[in-house]
Antibody, heavy 116, light 110 residues
Framework: EVQLVESGGGSVQPGGSLRLSCGAS????????MSWVRQAPGKGLEWVAN????????YYVVSVKGRFTISRDNAKKSVYLQMNSLRAEDTAVYYC?????????WGQGTLVTVSS | QSVLTQPPSVSAAPGQKVTISCSGS????????VSWYQQLPGTAPKLLIY???KRPSGIPDRFSGSKSGTSATLGITGLQTGDEADYYC???????????FGGGTKLTVL
């Protein structure tokens, strides 16, 4: 069974940092792009970033460029999102998704709350 | 505002049919595949339609997708109360080099 499990969410003050992790199982992780998608409370889906199979290409939504970094470890079948200089508007549930264009598998999400 | 435009809400009676539109541009829908996602209350999104009109295994044929030019449409027939959810279209935008979603459409089955 294809499965994605996120972790690392929590509460942080504005300007702080957080690192999200997503562990994959049930498929050949190294064969797929991976994405992070977020959803602010009561709002719609927003794509955040993705990373190529070997990590050689990465793309970001404009609002997080320079603050967030996506990475992966194929040996550990995991993808990460390092989030720095967090802002209140980054508060959201963050989903990890297998990015086969489309996003054909999603994790359950992890909540990030940025508040003083 | 979202790059892709969807109606905020649609409604119909059980057993009826509904369509949800998704409008974009030549940099996204016009030159890329469109996918659709269903998000039931309190759950993660689930892939419903990919490559404009294909259904993953397990998705009933009551759900269909189409694309014409820079717009796409999701159709749902034989509506059930269990179909009440938020529906999102999504694709890649070549100009932005970013994934993009519609703002989402809330389906109410009256």
């Amino acid at each position: 069974e294809v499965q994605l499990v996120e972790s690392g969410g929590g509460s942080v003050q504005p300007g702080g940092s957080l690192r999200l992790s997503c562990g994959a199982s049930g498929f050949t992780f190294s064969s797929f792009w991976m994405s992070w998608v977020r959803q602010a409370p009561g709002k719609g889906l927003e794509w955040v970033a993705n990373i190529k199979q070997d990590g050689s290409e990465k793309y970001y939504v404009v609002s997080v460029k320079g603050r967030f970094t996506i990475s992966r470890d194929n040996a550990k079948k995991s993808v990460y999102l390092q989030m720095n200089s967090l802002r209140a508007e980054d508060t959201a549930v963050y989903y990890c998704a297998r990015d086969g264009e489309p996003f054909d598998c999603w994790g359950q999400g992890t909540l990030v709350t940025v508040s003083s | 505002q979202s790059v892709l435009t969807q109606p905020p809400s649609v409604s119909a009676a059980p057993g009826q049919k509904v369509t949800i539109s998704c409008s974009g541009s030549s940099s996204n829908i016009g030159n890329r595949y469109v996918s659709w996602y269903q998000q039931l209350p309190g759950t993660a999104p689930k892939l419903l339609i990919y490559e404009n009109n294909k259904r993953p295994s397990g998705i009933p044929d009551r759900f269909s997708g189409s694309k014409s030019g820079t717009s796409a449409t999701l159709g749902i027939t034989g509506l059930q109360t269990g179909d009440e959810a938020d529906y999102y279209c999504g694709t890649w935008d070549n100009s932005l080099s970013a994934g993009v979603f519609g703002g989402g459409t809330k389906l109410t089955v009256l």
